[in-house]
């Protein structure tokens, strides 16, 4: 997936700012891994109500882009539960960048290592964060076919 972004310019943010301490409302934290992230750390993912939660959030003025935002719940050093609202869509069942962004937000935070199994609605994902990069891996499944007419 490659390097994440750390720098409030590239991710890009409005203004300078600590990525890794966000001045919003739940502390997060902002990412980049070709395209913004906000990361909220939880105890209870599940109590989080993501359709007014992420659509606020994704909209921060922070976010001159917008944003996508992802709701996480630490279950070890090695694990995490993630929630997605992704930016143009809404809440999804997964994503490679958000839980690239969640992995690299909880292992920058010194709540996990720089490997961990993402879980999210659509399933698991192993994130391992080296020095040349972020890597994914997860099964892959056909979802449907289609054609494009004009």
Do not use: K
């Not at 980049?32 to 105890?43: C, K, L, Q, W, Y």
């Not at 090695?78 to 992704?86: C, N």
């Not at 909880?106 to 720089?114: P, V």
């Amino acid at each position: 997936m490659g390097a994440p972004v750390l720098d409030w310019q590239a991710i890009p943010l409005a203004q300078e700012v600590d990525t890794l301490h966000l001045p919003v409302p739940g502390d997060p934290v902002a990412t980049g891994m070709g395209n913004p992230h906000m990361t909220f750390f939880v105890d209870d993912a599940a109590a989080v109500d993501l359709e007014s939660f992420g659509r606020r959030n994704e909209h921060h003025p922070l976010y001159p882009q917008r944003t996508n935002v992802e709701v996480v719940q630490v279950l070890s050093d090695r694990e995490i539960l993630l929630r997605i609202w992704e930016r143009g869509t809404g809440p999804t069942l997964a994503s490679g960048s958000c839980s690239c962004a969640a992995a690299v937000a909880a292992a920058r935070r010194g709540l996990t290592g720089r490997r961990v199994t993402v879980n999210v609605p659509g399933g698991q994902l192993d994130i391992d964060w080296r020095e040349d990069g972020v890597w994914m891996t997860a099964p892959t499944a056909h979802v449907f076919d289609g054609i494009w007419r004009e």
